[in-house]
């Protein structure tokens, strides 16, 4: 039973470029969410994904952007790349109206110079 | 906003040993509480939650307290093992919101 899947597992980009983040939840999962994790810090919610919309947002600016395929799998999309948005990136799936438990990949490591 | 804190970065136990690990929470809204667990290289695992309904849940080894008057909460191992070694991180939310915040993390060592 294959988990949360992400792709790529590291890339680095340049300032001002745009980056596209890929995510295949659990199986069974209906419901996928994206983080942010900077370095020495906990993993920051950017927004959530259910029946191909975004259902909940974080405090992130809209260059970060998102969809969801009829297949459930996500993309993290980030426009005019900042130093300052290089992190691990973390997909995490869900079924929706369970309880916790949020099923994690382990990530897409983006580095912007 | 550093709504949850995890104050102590690292935490060193000998095997057989209690691991307890803390996290506060400036939030009084937040009524529902999770641990994730992080090996290198790998997603966060889901390790145990507790509402705020309750002070105590346990599953095995682990146990989470909340205190809710003092806005606080930690997870005890007992007994430690060497494979408990991880990063954890304490995370809240409320009303059920997806919005989880999440500590800084706490990295676990248990030496054998």
């Known amino acids: 039973d294959a988990g949360v899947t992400q792709s790529p597992t590291h890339l680095i980009k340049t300032r001002g470029q745009q980056v596209t983040l890929r995510c295949s939840p659990k199986?069974?999962?209906?419901?996928v969410s994206w983080y942010q994790q900077a370095l020495g810090q906990g993993p920051q919610f950017i927004f959530q994904?259910?029946?191909?919309?975004?259902?909940q947002r974080g405090n992130f600016p809209d260059r970060f952007s998102g969809h969801q395929f009829p297949n459930y799998s996500s993309e993290l999309n980030v426009n005019a790349l900042l130093l300052g948005d290089s992190a691990l990136y973390l997909c995490?799936?869900?079924?929706?109206?369970?309880?916790?438990?949020?099923?994690f990949g382990s990530g897409t490591r983006l580095t912007v110079v | 906003d550093q709504q949850v804190k995890q104050n102590s970065p690292s935490l060193s136990v000998q095997e057989g040993r209690i691991s307890i690990l803390n996290c506060d929470y400036t939030?009084?809204?937040?009524?529902?509480f999770l641990w994730y667990k992080k090996y290198p290289a790998e997603g966060p695992t889901f390790l145990i939650s507790?509402?705020?309904?309750?002070d105590k849940n346990e599953d095995g080894r682990f146990t989470v307290f909340l205190n809710k008057s003092a806005k606080h909460l930690s997870l005890h191992i007992v007994p430690s093992q060497p494979g408990d070694s991880a990063v954890y991180f304490c995370a809240a939310s409320v009303n059920n919101n997806n919005d989880m915040r999440f500590g800084a993390g706490t990295r676990l060592t248990v030496k054998p």
């Open positions: 995490a799936s869900s079924l929706d109206g369970q309880d916790y438990g949020y099923t």
């Open positions: 939030n009084s809204m937040f009524d529902y």
């Open positions: 199986s069974g999962h209906d419901t």
């Open positions: 994904y259910y029946e191909e919309e975004e259902r």
């Open positions: 507790i509402s705020s309904i309750k």
